[in-house]
C-alpha cells in the first residue's frame, strides 16, 4: 500500500489590524496593490489584495513584492 504525503507549506501574512492570516500559495488567483480609487473600499493599512480562487480577497499589511516572493519561493519548494 502506497503512502501518500501532502504537505502544504502555508504563508503567514497580516491583515490591517495585525492579525495573522495562513494562506495556501496554490489557491492565490492573483495579487494587486491597493490603488487610489480602492482606498475607500478596503481598511485603512492594507497595501495588497490577495485574490484567492475561491473569490476572496484578503487584504495584508504587506506590499505586494513581498507577497509576491513569497508565493514564488514556496511553489518552488513544492515543485
Known amino acids: ?3 501518500i504525503e501532502i504537505i502544504a ?4 501574512v497580516h491583515g490591517p489590524g495585525g492579525q495573522m492570516i495562513e494562506i495556501n500559495p496554490r489557491e492565490v488567483s492573483s495579487i494587486r ?4 480609487a480602492d482606498k475607500g473600499h478596503f481598511q485603512e493599512g492594507i497595501k495588497c ?3 484567492m480562487t475561491n473569490g476572496k480577497f484578503i487584504g495584508t499589511i504587506e506590499d505586494c513584492k513581498t507577497i509576491i516572493d513569497q508565493v514564488q519561493e514556496a511553489l518552488d519548494k513544492g515543485e
Open 9 to 12: 507549506h502555508l504563508l503567514l
Open 33 to 36: 496593490e491597493i490603488r487610489g
Open 49 to 51: 489584495l490577495v485574490i
Open 1 to 3: 500500500m502506497a503512502v
